[in-house]
């Protein structure tokens, strides 16, 4: 399912199945994650990437060839492929523990084909070995939902009183992680979506509410999931001194202006970018212990724009995950 054009429908195309270069794997997909960054990539949102392009960057699949120089992985091995596909390794960032911030970075997705296909090609470096604990699709949202999520709650720090703003496919998984460290979870959702609200209590939320509501107590820390600026301001008035506002997503959009006061007290806002490898060794060590279990609803490859759409539109609970 290939995007020609941003904002254009998905075309189900017929193309050749790719080889592997030099340290790259052919994967035969098993299943893929829908995330929101997709729907930003055929949104348009996103606009330095390649086109035409296939999206899907939440990859579970085996391994059906190998290029010349491969060791890590051999053919029959599940692989999950990731956003990041590849990094430079030789300047500050990628040096000093942070190549999600490598200037070379290249995005699964975004700059290289993805996998709402049968087949994908992928540098072996950055791919993991994937759970067994975990079938084809309740891995898939483990690869970014999960990945991200586990990134920006480690930038929570200690965090126990825990918002989350928009309780989607990632929310559902860092609940789970948060639960099991024994944060509190205030899981806020758009005005009056009770669905979404009995989800997060599902989870284990100690309260839900509307995304303009204040908590019963001041958070520690939020993680804004939802793509919406406006929500940063209410995080910062749900706050409490010292507490941190992280913005997980890649796209939102503008933050509203807000007075001063909000952010005095050593309150802190900042973004999470993408993820390193270790962020997914780590992630995908703890996820079967806590155990994470994922909320998936597997759809057939050629309905890759009724994921993308019903996503728009929050009619999602858990995660879409397409399976060829
Ligand atoms: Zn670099
Ligand atoms: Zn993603």
Redesign the pocket.
């Known amino acids: 399912m290939q995007l020609a054009a941003p904002r254009a429908p998905l075309g189900l195309v017929d193309l050749p199945t790719p080889r592997p270069g030099p340290g790259q794997l052919l994967v035969r997909v098993r299943a893929c994650g829908v995330c929101r960054t997709d729907l930003h990539v055929a949104d348009g949102e996103l606009a330095q990437g390649k086109l035409p392009i296939i999206p899907g960057h939440e990859i579970v699949g085996t391994v059906s060839e190998s290029g010349a120089g491969v060791e890590r992985f051999a053919a029959g091995d599940r692989v999950g492929v990731p956003w990041l596909g590849y990094?430079?390794?030789?300047?500050?960032?990628?040096?000093s523990g942070r190549?999600n911030l490598?200037?070379?970075?290249r995005f699964t997705c975004y700059h290289l084909d993805g996998g709402y296909a049968e087949y994908v090609v992928a540098d072996q470096r950055y791919c993991f070995p994937v759970p067994d604990d975990y079938d084809d699709v309740a891995a898939a949202p483990l690869l970014c939902a999960g990945l991200i999520g586990y990134r920006s709650l480690v930038l929570t720090g200690e965090a126990e009183h825990l918002g989350i703003y928009g309780f989607g496919a990632a929310a559902h998984i860092v609940a789970q992680v948060a639960r099991y460290q024994g944060r509190k979870i205030y899981a806020f959702t758009r005005p009056g979506d009770k669905e979404g609200q009995r989800f997060a209590q599902a989870l284990g939320a100690t309260w839900t509410g509307d995304s303009t509501a204040r908590p019963p107590e001041p958070l520690d820390a939020a993680i804004i999931f939802a793509p919406v600026g406006p929500l940063v301001v209410h995080a910062l008035r749900a706050s409490a001194k010292g507490g941190t506002v992280v913005c997980a997503g890649i796209h939102m959009s503008d933050i509203p202006a807000f007075p001063y006061e909000l952010l005095w007290g050593e309150r802190v806002v900042r973004s999470v970018a993408n993820l390193t490898r270790r962020d997914g060794e780590e992630f995908l060590a703890l996820a079967p212990k806590v155990p994470v279990r994922t909320a998936v609803e597997p759809l057939p490859l050629a309905q890759a724009n009724e994921a993308l759409a019903r996503l728009r539109e929050g009619r999602i609970t858990g995660a879409a995950v397409l399976v060829p």
């Open positions: 990094t430079c390794g030789s300047c500050g960032f990628c040096l190549e490598c200037d070379a970075a």
